[in-house]
Each structure stands twice: as C-alpha cells, then as structure tokens.
C-alpha cells in the first residue's frame, strides 16, 4: 500500500524568506501526489498535484513542488513566504488509476512571522 | 459552484448517543470518503464508497458505520458515541478517474462529551 511522510511538523520561518516543505512516499507501483492547504477553521484547498510529465509542478498561491522519483520525494516549495501563507500542508498520495482514496500525511504546520 | 456540504459545523452530543454525520455532492460524483483530522496525525481514512450501496473499510472503521442509499449522499454513523470520537471529520468525493483530487467539505467538528 502506498503511504506518504511528512518529515516536518512545524517550520516556523520568517516573512519573505523561502521555504521548504519535505513529503516522502512509499510505493510499489505508479501514483499521483498532491498537497493540500487548510487554512485556520477552512476545509482542504488543492494547491498543486502532480499526474505525469514534467518533475516540475507549480501551483496556486505561488507555490511549487518538485516529484523525484529516484528519491521518492515530492518537496513543496515557495521562494518568498507572506504571513498569509500560515496554514497547515498536507501531502497526499493515491494509485494512479485515480478514485482510490487518497492517504495523506500528518501534516506540516507552517507559522510565518513578521 | 459546486460543493460538498455537511450539514453540521459543530456538534455536541453525550457519550452512548447514536450521531448521525450526513454529506451531501452535487457533482455526480461516484465516490464519496470520510476521514477524521486530529492534531498531529492528519487525515485518516474511516470509510469510502465506489457506488450507491457500495461501502469498504478504510483505516479505522472501529466505532463508526456508513450509509449510502443515493448516490450524492454519504452518512457516517458513531453507533454509540465515545469520547474518542472527539475529532474533525471531513467528507469528500471524486469522480472515478479524476485526476483533479478530491473535492472536501468544510468539516464537522463533533464533541463527545
């Protein structure tokens, strides 16, 4: 079964500064990688997945992720943060024959401070 | 626009209570999910549904039942409601072969007191 590490609780970082994210996942055969942003007292908002093609993904809010297979990784990135940007990042895994349930990590706090 | 709604925010109920969960797509989607969030260990997956009358075990069913009699409707069931139950469950669904994720509601966040 597939299944995704999140190897970072909480990344405290300051305003402007860029920032990393870091999601591993297991797996066995072919899949698709997404993250996810829930801000405070908000549901689940996609932020960028990753299906095929090209290793370099960019999303919404400015942000982007980068899927390595050989260390199968799929690292969020964003290279200047906004206090806005405070949230919980969830990565998210699934089969690639897509309706199969997405199995998510614990989740990555990210507090941005002036 | 098109939504997942469940139809409460917040609910408080007493342990041993029988609580119902509903959430409703308007989307035609096919598959309809429920997870719970708790600090630290994410979103988890309780059950799922392919198909109306269609139900399968995530990773923690213990405790709790679904209920899917019409395809955009997806009930979750706390049979008799413990204070471990206290969490955030979240509803969500796709289309089989979506590759654009899955659309969530906004969540209910139960207290079992």
């Known amino acids: 079964a597939q299944s995704v590490t999140q190897l970072d609780s909480q990344v405290p970082v300051f305003e402007e500064a860029p920032v990393e994210l870091r999601c591993n996942y297991s797996?066995?055969?072919?899949?698709?990688l997404f993250w996810y942003v829930q801000y405070p007292n908000q549901g689940l908002q996609l932020l960028l997945k990753?299906?095929?093609?090209?290793?370099l993904v960019k999303g919404i809010n400015g942000f982007e992720a980068e899927f390595n297979k050989s260390q199968t990784s799929f690292h969020l990135r964003k290279p200047s943060v906004h206090i806005s940007d405070t949230a919980e990042y969830f990565c998210?895994?699934?089969?690639?024959?897509?309706?199969?349930?997405?199995?998510f990590g614990k989740g990555t706090s990210l507090l941005v401070t002036p | 626009d098109v939504k997942v709604t469940q139809s409460s925010r917040y609910l408080v109920k007493r342990t041993g209570e029988k609580v119902f969960l509903e959430c409703v797509q308007d989307?035609?989607?096919?598959?309809m999910f429920w997870y719970r969030q708790d600090p630290g260990l994410g979103l988890r997956l309780i059950y799922f549904?392919?198909?109306?009358?269609?139900?399968e075990k995530g990773d923690i069913p213990e405790g709790y039942s679904v209920s899917r009699e019409k395809k955009e409707r997806f009930s979750l069931i706390l049979e008799s409601a413990s204070t471990n139950q206290t969490s955030m469950y979240l509803c969500?669904?796709?289309?089989?072969?979506?590759?654009?994720?899955?659309?969530f509601g906004s969540g209910t966040r139960l207290t079992v007191v």
């Open positions: 989307m035609d989607h096919e598959n």
């Open positions: 998210a895994v699934t089969l690639s024959n897509s309706g199969y349930a997405l199995n």
């Open positions: 797996s066995s055969v072919s899949v698709y």
């Open positions: 969500a669904s796709s289309f089989t072969g979506d590759t654009d994720g899955y659309t």
């Open positions: 990753y299906l095929s093609g090209s290793t």
């Open positions: 549904s392919y198909d109306v009358k269609m139900k």
